[in-house]
Antibody
């Protein structure tokens, strides 16, 4: 079964950092562009970042640019998101998602991991 | 950035009804429009890509249409499991990839 599972969420102090992982099973991560999408409590979906197959192209939303780094470890079939200088506005469920490859439609999603930024 | 605007924001319906949700783009996105369903506490699920192509495994009561800046998602013969929130998303111009604000079907 094709699956993504995120980990690394939790409570973070303002100004702190996060390291989220997304592990794929049932498919090879290296074959797909991958994304992070987040959803603040009770709000809509916000695209965060995208990485291409070999990691040579990385794009970010303005809201996280300069604070976030998306990367991939194809050997371990894992996608990563590092983010620093967190504020309460970064509180959200973070989803990793697979790009089906033609039109930036996300056909596989993880269940999400909640990041809460609070003192 | 391309802005995506959905209407209505919420919609009341009953089992067996036919409903239509509209999504408008602030500029042309050709047919690079995708629709997702999200149930409470769950991840979004891709329903339709390329404006009108049904994702594998999605029931045929879901259909999408449109091109350019105006798109619709239609659900015919509503089932209990269809009561959820629906999002449109453009894949034409990035960054950023942008989503509509969502339509809650209740």
């Amino acid at each position: 079964e094709v699956q993504l599972v995120e980990s690394g969420g939790g409570l973070v102090q303002p100004g702190g950092s996060l390291r989220l992982s997304c592990t794929a099973s049932g498919f090879t991560l290296s074959s797909d562009w991958m994304h992070w999408v987040r959803q603040a409590p009770g709000k809509g979906l916000e695209w965060v970042a995208r990485i291409n197959l070999d990691g040579s192209s990385r794009l970010y939303a303005v809201s996280v640019k300069g604070r976030a780094t998306i990367s991939r470890d194809n050997a371990s079939n894992t996608l990563l998101l590092l983010m620093n200088s967190l504020t309460p506005e970064d509180t959200a469920v973070y989803f990793c998602a697979r790009d089906r490859g033609l039109d930036e439609a996300f056909d596989v999603w993880g269940p999400g991991t909640l990041v809460t930024v609070s003192s | 950035d391309i802005q995506m605007t959905q209407s209505p924001s919420s919609l009341s319906a009953s089992v067996g009804d036919r409903v239509t949700i509209t999504c408008r783009a602030s500029e042309t996105i050709l047919n690079f429009l995708n629709w997702y369903q999200q149930r409470p506490g769950k991840a979004p699920k891709l329903l339709i890509y390329g404006a009108n192509t049904l994702q594998s495994g999605v029931p045929s009561r879901f259909s999408g249409s449109g091109s350019g800046t105006h798109f619709t998602l239609t659900i015919s013969d509503l089932q209990v499991e269809d009561f959820a929130t629906y999002f449109c998303q453009q894949g034409y111009s990035s960054p950023p990839i942008t989503f509509g604000q969502g339509t809650r079907l209740e």
